[in-house]
């Protein structure tokens, strides 16, 4: 049976930077590996930035978006299906940063998932410096994502402090008691960032494993208020996207953004990848990209993030 590994991450986490570090791993250790993005996105930005791993050893797919959640199941499914006459020995699934992990379970429990694919652990990658504020449907979703997993990384734990990953901790087990369900964590944690992961540290998490917890639902089709916005052909310079994306992640007026990533041409043609999140803005050069911005978050207003980036929203 294939193995399948699921690495959940809440937005900006870091989660694609941590599946390189791990796909690169898995392939030192021979292993054929299949990457599946699956996202609801019309536009995948992760893709992109996987595209090197691509090679005799690798092979991305992804998941179209740009469809209603009945229809992503079974082209997840679909997917699937195929990945498991490829020959991997590990399938890697990266959701979209807003995923229901059950959707995970309930698809490899179906026929002819269930006699072709052995899952593996669940990984869930959490930024060490979470935010203290948040929503309840944005506590929920950090929730069931961890609840699962038999290990859970605290990325970008060199830039912070004890005191704030303790805080993030703590988050994170009040955020489980709100959904009522039992667990809380410790061992499982990992406090290190992703560069600083040593072959011991992900052979740990290779072995994690992970657990089936109970907890309360919620709907959040009918309760959530999570988007993404898309513009395309953004007509600013990098310097000037880095200092628009820190003004609207400050701006309550354009909604509760939690992210902003996507792609801009540097002067001479050279591509910039951008990364915002509240802990930051990043900026770093790229082989590939595409045109695209995408602010995601709660209840955004497109008006309003339209007079900052001044492109149309698709």
Known sequence: MVKIDLITGFLGSGKTTFIR??????????????????????VNVDMMLLQDLMGDNCELEMVAGGC????????????????????????????SGIFD??????????????????????IAIVDAKLEKELSDEADFILASEVADAGCILLSHADEATEEEMDATVAHINEALE???CKRRLGKEILRKSTPQLTSEDLHRIMSSGYVMEN???MDLEEHSGFESQYFMNVPMT??????????ILEDSSCGAVFRIKGFIKAEDNSWIQLNATHNGVRMEPIQEGQEVIIVIGEHLQRDRIETYIGAESV
């Open 238 to 247: 990098a310097e000037q996207l880095q200092k628009v994306a820190k003004e």
């Open 178 to 180: 709100k959904i009522h």
């Open 215 to 217: 907890y309360e639902k």
């Open 68 to 95: 209603d959640k009945d229809c992503h199941r079974r082209r997840f499914k679909t997917k699937l299906i195929a990945m498991g006459m490829c020959g991997y020995d590990r399938v890697l699934v990266e959701p």
């Open 21 to 42: 570090k791990y796909a690169q791993y898995l392939m030192e250790q021979g292993m054929n590996i299949g990457i599946l993005e699956n996202d609801y996105g019309a």
């Open 101 to 122: 992990v059950d959707e995970f379970f309930d698809a490899l429990r179906e026929e002819p998932l269930d006699q072709w694919y052995e899952i593996g652990n669940v």
